[in-house]
Structure formats: structure tokens, C-alpha cells
């Protein structure tokens, strides 16, 4: 493990590796940038509300998710163009954790600004459609699809279970979710995730300075130790994808929290990592 970028975010998180441009982007929700690295020098750019997730569109643009709408994101002159608006009529609520589906859909998250239980939602944007798939969430985290295309996983992280959601054709739910992992006995707070290529799935674990494997059974295989007690959530990168990159987080720490973890709101590379798969581009029609 080694240190990607040493800028430090109150609230790292939404990394998105650009397959394309051979990029890292990720946000500062609460410090409202966006960040990329490649093999050049940082880059950022000044948001004017809290951003989260992203999912590329082509070489200059981003699809970004903020506190009030789905936008498009020009990279070349950071200006956004909306898409759908979400959520924007309600004060109490942004965006969090979102990634692009293999079915050409974008899934979102919203929580309360202060975790207020129940406040959020996950929604799927698909051709147009905002469409609301699962309501009273309160920490909506790990999202992210079956390598099979067979389904959906996600989080309500206080509830410590993952789910498992089947979907349809055109990457739409069917039938309720069920429980792929119950890790409320072992005091983890499951974050973000990404599937790797073998279907496995890697999840950061807020409190545990760790991201952790399940197979798709929801048995654990393994730990990726990171310097920092809030990692927030994983992407893989790099030519061959087996770059994993974390985000992490300062929110929450106390000064001596810092002091011990002085790399907290870093983010972070593991080399040789089990492989990944590309994130797949979002069709703006």
C-alpha cells in the first residue's frame, strides 16, 4: 500500500478510475471539490454545493451527482448542465454513494446532511428517468453490480447487512432485496464497494482502516490494511485494472485520532491487487 495523493479530504470518497483517460477522479463532499490524478499533477475543481459520485461519459465529460441533481460535468471548464434534479426541493438531504450500471443506468444514493435516519433514498437514473428504488435509507453505500449481470448490491449502513437485489434485462430491480452478508455481530460499517472481475466483492469498512473481500456468497476472504481508520470506498484502475485505489476521510476524528493516523483523509493504491473490470461509460442519449 502506498499513498496515491496526499491531499487530505474531510470526506473522501466517490472514486472513479477514467478507463479513457487514465484518471482517477474523487470527491470532498463536504469540502465540495472534485479532484483527478493521473500521471500528471493533481487537478481540482471549486464546487458550488456537496458533490459525491460520478460515472464518465467520454474524454470531457462526467456524469456528477450533487445535494440537488444529476449533471453533466465539463472537465475542460467545470461547468455542469442538468440532467434530473434530485432531491433538489429537500433542504435535509445529498447525494452519496452512486455508480454507473452495465445496463446503461446510473444508481444515487441520498442520506440526511446529519445521517437523519430514514431521510434518503437510492434511485435509478436510466433514458431519461429518475426512478426511485428503495426509500427510508439512511446511509446508502456499496453499490454496485454482479459481474454476471445478474444483479445489485447495496447497504443501509447502519443496518450492518448487505444486500442483494436481482434485476431485470434492462438493469431494473425485480422482487425485494434479500441479505447477501449480516456483519452486525463483527461491529463493521460497511461503506462503498466495487465488484471485482472474478465477481467478488471489495468494500471499505468505515471505522476499520480496511477494505475487505466477500466472495459472492458473502463469506469473507480477505483484508487490505489502510493507514487511515475512515476508508470510504474502493475503484480499480490502472492498464490492467489491478490497481486498487481508497479514499478515505478526516470526518469524525478526534486530534489524537489525527496524530495516529496523520495520512487520514488521504487517498491510497494498492498495487497488484486482485484484478477489476472498467467502470462502463454512461450513455448520455
Partial sequence: ??????????????????????????????????????????????????????????????????????????????????????????????????????????????????????????????????????????????????????????????????WRVAVDSAGWPTGAPDVLADVRDLGLNLDGAVVLADGRIAVACWGDSAVHVLTPEGEFQGRFPMPAPHVTCPAMGGADFTRMFCTSATEGLSADDLTDAPLSGATFVIEGAPAGRPEPAFPLS
Fill in 1 to 162: 500500500m502506498t499513498t496515491f495523493d496526499t491531499t487530505l479530504c474531510e470526506l473522501g470518497e466517490g472514486p472513479l478510475w477514467h478507463p479513457e483517460r487514465q484518471e482517477l477522479f474523487w470527491f470532498d463532499i463536504t469540502g465540495r471539490r472534485l479532484y483527478a490524478r493521473g500521471a500528471d499533477d493533481l487537478r481540482q475543481w471549486e464546487l458550488p454545493e456537496m458533490h459525491s459520485a460520478a460515472a464518465w461519459i467520454d474524454q470531457e465529460r462526467l456524469l456528477v451527482a450533487s445535494e440537488t441533481g444529476l449533471w453533466t460535468f465539463e472537465l475542460e471548464t467545470g461547468s455542469r448542465a442538468l440532467l434530473a434534479p434530485l432531491e433538489a426541493e429537500n433542504a435535509v438531504t445529498r447525494s452519496n454513494d452512486g455508480r454507473c450500471d452495465p445496463w446503461g443506468g446510473f444508481w444515487i444514493g441520498t442520506m440526511g446532511k446529519s445521517a437523519e435516519t430514514g431521510a434518503g433514498a437510492i434511485y435509478r437514473f436510466a433514458q431519461g428517468e429518475l426512478r426511485q428504488l428503495f426509500p427510508d435509507i439512511s446511509i446508502p453505500n456499496a453499490i454496485c453490480f454482479d459481474a454476471e449481470r445478474g444483479c445489485a448490491y447495496f447497504t443501509d449502513t447502519p443496518t450492518g447487512l448487505l
